[in-house]
């Protein structure tokens, strides 16, 4: 077996043919640890955090937003053809948001140093 333990999907957790599909599984894991600061299936032994990986059971702390939960859902998927697809993950409302915000937050820095050079 290959990968980090912790980003494994259940495919490969259980010995069974995988596709591209693990990749979606990991962005999931990934969007999940850079918000919470952890994986989602971590625990003290190798053997729990298989079982966890394997039914997709995780939790999310009070403070992990709907729209991320909703993502995160829809990529940490037992089955790998029911995970959502990359292009959709791009178009997911939390993230359009999230690149919207930014591209806002750019706007206002570019702005400001405009303004800057102006006053000087």
Known sequence: MCGTMDYLPPEMVTG???SDAVDL??????????????PP?????QSDTYSAIKVARFNY??????????????????DP??????????KHYWVENMVE???????REAM????SLRNH
């Open 61 to 78: 702390p009070d403070y992990v937003k709907k729209g991320a939960r909703d993502l995160i859902s829809k990529l940490l998927v037992i």
């Open 16 to 18: 069974h043919a995988h």
């Open 101 to 107: 915000t930014r591209k806002k937050a750019e706007e």
């Open 81 to 90: 053809k029911k995970r959502i697809s990359l292009e959709q993950v791009k």
């Open 25 to 38: 599984w990991a962005i999931g894991v990934l969007c999940y640890e850079f918000l919470v600061g952890k």
């Open 112 to 115: 400001d140093k405009i303004a």
């Open 41 to 45: 299936f971590e625990h003290e032994n």
